[in-house]
């Protein structure tokens, strides 16, 4: 299908074809910018440190195209073909990778009068590559890090063309966080449902609030590898997935291909269209408003055409509708006056789309089940009638002292600067990246007595590591220190500068608290970790390949003895809660800490999740400001950070509120303590008092 041939998209395209202040994020292969489709876009690619160059000789481009053209034969027998033809399997993982790229990405940024034309072709757009190889593709860490990216460099659609086969629906932790926070930002995430033939689910579409795609045939009818159920039915919406044109590598001549990442980049494109409609109003880009336009204007499948209806999600995509349900006005052509040259009229089209949004909106449920037919004339290429495209903002805003360049436009726009600061929270781990590395520290560690026997030492054993090094402290620099979450290395520690000797024997110290009994008030739960990136990686023992982050002073290092800060919280909260329950505060003090170190886990890149962390580590520094409602055993319930509408100058503040309630009688009002955060320095820094007070519950 091509793309004129949806019903509202030359009226849309009209209105606007994309504005330069609206970015869209493409995480995906790697994309040959060399088409002809893509001279003159707003293009880029940036190298992540995760992504390896392979080598892939020319004649593999050849082959590759070839063999997956064969219109005779299925995927399987192509994918035979493919592995006899080239036996290297990165090789192979990396081709599908940059032809599947390549082909997205001229949906939504192919050029005017290019062999493909795209649908937000003005638009800015950052391809970040997320693979390596065949087994990473998904990798939680890797892909996580890629969100984080697109945060930083302030893209206002994340489109992930990643999809991850789950039974269960559930995805790891840190990348379902990565997702929730670019919602939170006001990004708007869409991912295409799979091809997988049933019901069944993919990682990242199937998590909350993320825009699914499924396909629909050229005759209109729901394509039968294009997945559904679950979450799909309810923030799933179908679009045209069945000979979509789109670009090749090494080539300027398009292909025809089908499959949801098909149908993905063509809502991408539109949603990107109405955030241009958005701006072009004079309002910020509202995420969530255009995905719930999109997803309630969607055209349900009519039970006596379709077999399984089911397979239609919330319905069809549907242009008009999702218009006039974001802007409450009917979608309009802009068409050229037949007896005026200086003149133009507007042409009002789709009715029954319109009728569709109102009954929408009055309803709030979906009950027209025919689609939408636009006359074919009416759908008219107007892009000499009218100037749609808003001046662009300045495009480019460097941070001092950061590597990066981030991509910002009006204010409200950006949601986070990029910076190469980062504020982690974690536990300490360390790692010898080699054999050999290894055996030395196992050669030059002393044996070690158990139950009388005398054994060789083991390196791995974190006691016997922290006792080697106290007495060995120069050795700290012959390891890699890492920052884990849980047993996942995020980081690797590498001290630098003046003061590196200190920092070095505070990782000694942390890393001896670690292995203490939980019990003793010695004992270290979780540290905090201040540093810059080094622009640099490092490949563990395991194959891992980690960032590194450089501390250069010991400031800001900390190791957060949970029981120690209990106790010493509890001799605050004593003299303003004589009647308090010593046992009710400890618990909900350990609560509180725990909320924060497994609920609230993050890498610590961007800006809101420095203030975040540092709220967490700074939080009993100003405990007797809890001190009212902690005594009377209320307990952590929600923590939020939004950037502060009021900050000094050459600063980066944020508000964090921390909401408790009463766990024993939920119709107490709940407690909210604010407070502002600098994050603009390596260390964080609390700006005023501490705010209180009580909200509705």
Same mark, same amino acid.
């Given at each position: 299908m091509d793309l004129s041939e949806i019903p509202g998209f030359c009226e849309l395209q009209t209105k606007t074809k994309g504005d330069s202040r609206i970015i869209i994020a493409v995480l995906d292969g790697s994309v040959d910018l060399e088409?002809? +489709?893509?001279?003159?876009?707003?293009?880029?690619?940036?190298?992540?440190?995760?992504?390896?160059?392979?080598?892939?000789?020319?004649r593999y481009l050849d082959i590759f195209r070839e063999i997956n053209q064969l219109d005779d034969f299925d995927d399987g027998t192509k994918?035979?073909?493919?592995?006899?033809?080239?036996?290297?399997? %990165?090789?192979?993982?990396?081709?599908?990778?940059?032809?599947?790229?390549?082909?997205?990405?001229?949906?939504?940024?192919? %050029?005017?009068?290019?062999?493909?034309?795209? =649908?937000?072709?003005?638009?800015r757009g950052i391809n970040i590559p997320i693979e390596t190889d065949g087994d990473n593709l998904i990798n939680p860490l890797?892909?996580?890090?890629?969100?984080?990216?697109? =945060?930083?460099?302030?893209?206002?659609?994340?489109? +992930?063309?990643?999809?991850?086969?789950?039974?269960?629906?559930?995805?790891?932790?840190?990348?379902?966080?990565?997702?929730?926070?670019?919602?939170?930002?006001?990004?708007?995430?869409v991912a295409p449902g799979g091809n997988n033939k049933g019901e069944c689910w993919c990682i990242p579409a199937v998590l909350e609030n993320v825009l699914s795609v499924g396909a629909y045939k050229d005759n209109?009818?729901?394509?039968?590898?294009?997945?559904?159920?679950?979450?799909?039915?309810?923030?799933?919406?179908?679009?045209?997935?069945?000979?979509?044109?789109?670009?090749?590598?090494?080539?300027?001549?398009?292909?025809?291909?089908?499959?949801?990442?098909?149908?993905?980049?063509?809502?991408?494109?539109?949603?990107?269209?109405?955030?241009?409609?958005?701006?072009?109003?004079?309002?910020?880009?509202?995420?969530?408003?255009?995905?719930?336009?999109? $997803?309630?204007?969607?055209?349900?499948?009519?039970?006596?055409? $379709?077999?399984?209806?089911?397979? +239609?999600?919330?319905?069809?995509?549907? =242009?008009?509708?999702?218009?006039?349900?974001?802007?409450?006005?009917?979608?309009?052509?802009?068409?050229?006056?037949?007896?005026?040259?200086?003149?133009?009229?507007?042409?009002?089209?789709g009715k029954e789309a319109a009728e569709h949004s109102m009954n929408s909106l009055f309803q709030q449920t979906l009950t027209v089940s025919q689609e939408v037919h636009i006359p074919a004339d009416s759908q008219v290429a107007a892009s000499a009638a009218i100037a749609t495209i808003a001046p662009s903002l300045p495009a480019t805003a460097t941070m001092p002292n950061s590597p990066a360049t981030a991509i910002s436009g009006s204010d409200g726009i950006t949601a986070s600067l990029p910076s190469n600061l980062v504020y982690a929270l974690g536990t300490l781990g360390y790692d010898f990246g080699s054999e050999a590395r290894r055996d030395t520290?196992?050669?030059?560690?002393?044996?070690?007595?158990? !139950?009388?026997?005398? &054994?060789?030492?083991?390196?791995? !054993?974190?006691?016997?590591m922290a006792d080697y090094l106290e007495q060995n402290p120069s050795e700290a620099k012959a390891l890699i220190w890492t920052l884990n979450l849980e047993l996942t290395p995020v980081y690797a520690i590498e001290p630098k500068g003046a003061f590196g000797a200190e920092v070095y024997e505070t990782l000694i110290q942390l890393l001896a608290g670690q292995v203490v009994a939980e019990d003793s008030e010695d004992y270290i739960e979780r540290v905090s970790i201040p540093g810059r990136f080094g622009g640099r990686t490092v490949e563990l023992f395991s194959g891992q390949v980690v960032p590194v982050i450089e501390p250069q002073v010991t400031r800001g290092m900390y190791g957060w003895r949970v029981n120690s800060l209990v106790s010493?919280?509890?001799?605050?909260?004593?003299?303003?809660?004589?009647?308090?329950?010593?046992?009710a505060i400890r618990r909900s003090l350990a609560s509180f800490l725990h909320r924060i170190y497994f609920d609230l886990r993050n890498l610590g890149q961007t800006a809101h999740d420095r203030a975040l962390n540092f709220a967490a580590t700074n939080a009993f520094q100003a405990a007797s400001t809890f001190a009212e409602a902690v005594a009377r055993g209320m307990e952590l319930d929600s923590i939020?950070?939004?950037?502060?509408?009021?900050?000094?100058?050459?600063?980066? +503040?944020?508000?964090?509120?921390?909401?408790?309630?009463?766990?024993?009688?939920? !119709?107490?009002?709940?407690?909210?303590?604010?407070?502002?955060? !600098?994050?603009?320095?390596?260390?964080?820094?609390?700006?005023?008092? &501490?705010?209180?007070?009580?909200?509705?519950?």
């Open positions: 088409r002809t +489709c893509f001279l003159g876009a707003n293009l880029r690619q940036i190298k992540p440190y995760w992504s390896e160059e392979v080598p892939i000789d020319p994918e035979e073909k493919l592995k006899e033809a080239i036996p290297d399997k %990165q090789v192979r993982f990396r081709l599908f990778c940059n032809f599947h790229a390549t082909h997205i990405s001229s949906t939504i940024f192919g %050029q005017p009068n290019s062999p493909v034309e795209g =649908i937000a072709q003005n638009c890797y892909l996580t890090h890629a969100f984080n990216k697109a =945060i930083e460099l302030g893209a206002n659609i994340i489109h +992930c063309a990643a999809c991850h086969p789950t039974n269960s629906g559930m995805a790891h932790e840190l990348l379902e966080k990565a997702v929730r926070q670019a919602q939170d930002n006001n990004i708007l995430v209109g009818k729901p394509a039968k590898f294009s997945n559904f159920g679950g979450r799909y039915q309810t923030q799933g919406i179908l679009a045209p997935g069945e000979n979509i044109l789109g670009a090749q590598p090494g080539i300027d001549e398009p292909v025809r291909k089908r499959g949801t990442s098909c149908a993905a980049p063509i809502v991408t494109g539109v949603a990107a269209l109405l955030m241009s409609w958005q701006l072009k109003q004079g309002c910020a880009p509202d995420a969530e408003a255009v995905r719930a336009a999109l $997803i309630n204007s969607a055209i349900p499948c009519d039970p006596e055409e $379709i077999e399984e209806p089911e397979r +239609c999600l919330r319905g069809k995509l549907n =242009i008009p509708g999702a218009f006039q349900l974001l802007t409450g006005k009917p979608l309009s052509a802009f068409v050229l006056s037949s007896t005026s040259d200086s003149e133009s009229e507007h042409r009002f089209i520290f196992k050669q030059l560690m002393p044996a070690v007595s158990i !139950d009388g026997v005398t &054994v060789p030492a083991n390196p791995y !054993d974190a006691r016997q010493a919280a509890l001799e605050t909260f004593r003299d303003g809660a004589d009647n308090a329950s010593e046992e939020e950070v939004e950037k502060s509408p009021f900050c000094r100058l050459n600063s980066d +503040c944020w508000d964090v509120k921390l909401k408790f309630f009463d766990a024993e009688n939920s !119709d107490r009002a709940k407690k909210v303590f604010r407070f502002t955060i !600098d994050v603009r320095d390596a260390m964080p820094v609390t700006l005023g008092e &501490v705010r209180s007070w009580s909200v509705p519950k």
